[in-house]
Structures are given as C-alpha cells and as structure tokens.
T-cell receptor
C-alpha cells in the first residue's frame, strides 16, 4: 500500500518568505509527527497530532512555526518569515494507533521521504 | 547534555564482523526505546524495538539496561547492506516527544 508522502520534496525559499510543507500520512493512521533534521544530526521532534488534535507542540522552535491537521488526515507545517537556520530536512511520520504517553509503546512510526528546505 | 547520546563513529568493519553500538539516555522517565536505520538521504526506518528483557531479530540483538540508562545494538555477521546510520530513540513518560540520537555511522567493507 501507499506509504507516507510529502510535498514538495525540495523547496528553496528566500529569507523572509513563508513556506508550507505537506504531509499525507498512511490512510487510517491516527498519529502524526513532524521532525526537523539538520545535516549530520538525528531528527528533532517538532510536534505530534492524534487525529486532528495537536497534543504536543513542545518542539516547535519559535512562533514562526505552525502545524495543523484539520480533518485528521493531511497535515501542513507552515514556516513564516523563513530564516537561514530553518534550512533542514522536514520529516513527517505516522503511526497506526494513539501514541500513549507513559506506555511501553512499540508502535512503528513510518516516515515520509522528507522535504529538503533551503533558505537563501 | 543531549537527552540521547551516541558515538557518531564512523565504525569501519569488514564483512562478517560483529559490531556493537551503545546509546545512553539522560531522562530516567524514558519509557520506550527503539533502533532506527537511516540510509544516506533517505528516511529513517524502524529496525527494532527494544524491550526490557532484551530481544533478538536475526543477526540483530538489542539490550536495555535501565539502571545504567543505556541501550545497545549488536550486529553479527555484518553485511555490506548493513552500511547505514543507526539512530537510537527514546520516548518519555508523560509526553509524546520522540527523542532521536544523532546516529552512529557504520561502513561495512568487502
């Protein structure tokens, strides 16, 4: 079946521009995560959705970053007034079940191919 | 100090070798642990979950030591196709945040 898809795959923005990155999770997956991955680093957690509810946005680096998942399926990560330090790969992941805080969860997160954002 | 720390490597090993990676985590409230594999310019993929009792999947063995707050991954009989970056992952009780280490690079040579 279809995996997680993300678009665009590559985005070049001038500093100060707004960008919108799209994630299409696996159909029926309840949980959706956004990560930021800088070169040579592991993914850094940005935010978590359970269906349409954003339950954790503790990783969003500033108020220029905003994410939504209005109908509990497709999600959009928006970055306003982009800065050079925003250059990174933005990864989306989905998992089938609720991500239960405090539980020994073994639910797999399936990642999309990422969007490589370059801010000039 | 990072919440999940790994030796970045690289580890250069010949085919057939056994190689072990360790990972330490700083938050004692960490609850779930995983190893992910990431190929160059690709997305991470789950390699295996790490259970309290330890677990094995073919050539791969994962161990968890809660007292010392470290996780290990052992790869036996290394294959060329094992060349990748291995990411250690922890989740924390009370939140939804998934914390990745920076990864350990492995190169398996013929």
């Amino acid at each position: 079946g279809a995996g997680v898809s993300q678009s665009p795959r590559y985005k070049v923005a001038k500093r100060g521009q707004d960008v919108a990155l799209r994630c299409d999770p696996i159909s029926g997956h309840v949980s959706l995560f956004w990560y930021q991955q800088a070169l040579g680093q592991g993914p850094e957690f940005l935010t978590y959705f359970q269906n349409e509810a954003q339950l954790d946005k503790s990783g969003l680096p500033s108020d220029r970053f905003f994410a939504e998942r209005p109908e509990g399926s497709v999600s959009t990560l928006k970055i306003q007034r982009t800065q050079q330090e925003d250059s990174a790969v933005y990864l989306c992941a989905s998992s089938k079940r609720r991500w239960l805080a405090g539980k020994e969860s073994t639910d797999t997160q399936y990642f999309g191919p990422g969007t490589r954002l370059t801010v000039l | 100090r990072k919440e999940v720390e790994q030796d970045p490597g690289p580890f250069n090993v010949p085919e057939g070798a056994t190689v072990a990676f360790n990972c330490t985590y700083s938050n004692s409230a960490s609850q779930s642990f995983f190893w992910y594999r990431q190929d160059c310019r690709k997305e991470p993929k789950l390699l295996m979950s790490v259970y309290s009792s330890g677990n094995e999947d073919g050539r791969f063995t994962a161990q968890l030591n809660r007292a010392s707050q470290y996780i290990s991954l052992l790869i036996r009989d290394s294959k060329l196709s094992d060349s990748a970056t291995y990411l250690c992952v922890a989740t924390v009780t009370g939140g939804f945040k998934t914390i990745f280490g920076a990864g350990t690079r492995l190169f398996v040579k013929a």
